[in-house]
């Protein structure tokens, strides 16, 4: 079975600083795409990074970056210089038929 | 660049009514998912197509759901004898399969509320 855990219900980070948000999935594949997606008040999901599990190298976007352990199947998002339009519910996903998390709340205090 | 539409946005039905949601994905998207998500859950994998071939079906869809996707394009997600527990909200998207590592595309969703 395939299952992805983000064990942070909820996270606060104020404005301008760092927060790391964690995801931890299990699978049997060795190939496979992880992803982050944000989910603002408006419910329509938006796609906040991708990793490829075959690369080495932790996927960067602007102010987001991914801590992406293959071995221990752990896939955490880092927003940097947080800004208040980064609160919203966070999503990790991989897999082709895009197996979810529960999510993530992010309050960024001003 | 027109992305993923769904209709309708909002529907109230009783229950034991029929509804039928559809989705029109990204025109060049050979691949359609269908997910339901409740207040506080990620969204719940139902189905994905690729192409006309219905791939992929859940647990989660009972034989009251159906979805189809003739010829390719859109897709309808039908659900019969709607019960108080289907109340949620039911999310398409679409993809490119080899591309972009299959990112998926979501459409803003249509609310189901049964009363």
């Known amino acids: 079975a395939q299952t992805v855990t983000q064990s942070q219900p909820e996270m606060s980070v104020q404005e301008a600083e760092t927060v790391t948000l964690s995801c931890t999935y299990d699978?049997?594949?060795?190939?496979?795409?992880l992803f982050w997606y944000k989910q603002p008040p408006s419910r329509q999901m938006i796609l906040v990074i991708r990793?490829?599990?075959?690369?080495?190298q932790n996927a960067t976007e602007n102010r987001f970056s991914v801590n992406f352990q293959k071995a221990a199947k752990s896939f955490s998002l880092k927003i940097s210089d947080s800004q208040l339009g980064d609160a919203a519910m966070y999503f990790c996903?991989?897999?082709?038929?895009?197996?979810f998390g529960t999510g993530t709340s992010l309050t960024v205090i001003p | 660049d027109t992305g993923v539409s769904q209709n309708p946005r909002h529907k109230i039905t009783k229950r034991g009514q029929n509804v039928t949601f559809r989705c029109d994905p990204i025109?060049?998207?050979?691949?359609l998912y269908w997910y339901r998500q409740t207040l506080g859950q990620g969204p719940e994998f139902l189905t994905y197509?690729?192409?006309?071939?219905?791939?992929?079906k859940s647990r989660l869809l009972s034989d009251r759901f159906s979805a189809e996707r003739p010829k390719g394009s859109f897709s309808t997600l039908e659900i019969q004898r709607t019960e108080q527990g289907d109340s949620a909200m039911y999310l398409c998207?679409?993809?490119?399969?080899?591309?972009?590592?299959?990112?998926?595309?979501f459409g803003e969703g249509s609310w189901l509320t049964v009363v």
């Open positions: 998207a679409s993809s490119l399969k080899g591309s972009s590592g299959n990112t998926i595309y």
């Open positions: 699978t049997s594949e060795s190939d496979y795409y």
């Open positions: 996903a991989f897999g082709n038929q895009f197996y």
């Open positions: 990793q490829e599990a075959y690369k080495q």
């Open positions: 197509f690729q192409n006309e071939a219905q791939l992929e």
């Open positions: 025109s060049e998207h050979n691949r």
